[in-house]
């Protein structure tokens, strides 16, 4: 029976994570919350890179998992290629998956990016759109208080919703698709959709898509598992995250790497 790593700074990857259990419900899946780290996107390359790379050693050499999602944006733009190169199971991150969506979505190719200060500053989104269409009028803002907003489930209230529209208010007018380029946004998608008229793409669906191109449908033998993770606080990371999925987890353990 094969089991799928999926990996974040904290709860954000769960965006992901509802989408992998949706296409993969033969499989086993293991999820790390590296939350005691979060946020990722504050920090520097190098730094984000060598915590992936701990978290990712984890879950290929310890838990053996068949392949790896990266299920945070950050992560993919820092680390992804090194993944790749390090480990013998396949790897697939967001951001690809973000774009091509957007792509497929956009009518005036005006398009929003939001995301970590990382994110941002590494211009993924940006070169990846670039690549497949040098037309495109790409509009990056970065949000770095959501990430720490989200993981301490300050999301429905009024100071929340004031963050939410002061950055949105840097978008122009004319951007008709929003990338959610943080997987911990998709937990605010309701709140972003009172203050952003227009299509709002979450790459997490074409994510999990584009891992079954890779590895197929499992093969049910046995009750699968979803298992967690954490370095940080789990029980908060409990109740976010059951908010988001609505489901109930049983056991999130632990684990300092
Ligand atoms: N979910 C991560 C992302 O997609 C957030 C990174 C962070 O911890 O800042 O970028």
Known sequence: MRTIGVFDSGVGGVSVLKEVIKEFPYD???????????????????????????VSDFLVYEKKVDAIV?????????????????????????????????????KNKNIGVIATPA?????????????IDKNLNIYQVKCPLFVGMIEKGWIDNEESSMLIKSYLNNLPQNVD??????????????????????????????????????????????KTFTKFFVSGDSQKFKEVAQEFLGTTIDEVEKIIL
């Open 177 to 222: 698709t929003l990338i959610l380029g943080c997987t911990h946004y998709p937990l605010i998608e309701k709140y972003i959709k009172r203050h952003f008229i227009g299509n709002i793409v979450d790459p997490a669906k074409e994510t999990a898509k584009s891992l079954k191109m890779i590895i197929g449908d499992g093969i049910y033998t046995q």
């Open 70 to 106: 990266i299920a945070c944006n950050t992560a993919t733009g820092a680390a992804m290629h090194i993944m790749k190169e390090r480990y013998h199971v396949p790897v697939v991150g967001v951001v690809d998956n973000g774009v091509k969506e957007g792509i497929r979505i956009t």
């Open 28 to 54: 086993n899946i293991i999820y790390f919350g590296d939350s005691l780290h979060a946020p990722y996107g504050d920090r520097e390359i190098e730094e984000i890179r060598a915590l992936c790379l701990k």
């Open 119 to 131: 994110t941002i500053k590494m211009d993924i989104y940006l070169k990846e759109f670039h690549r």
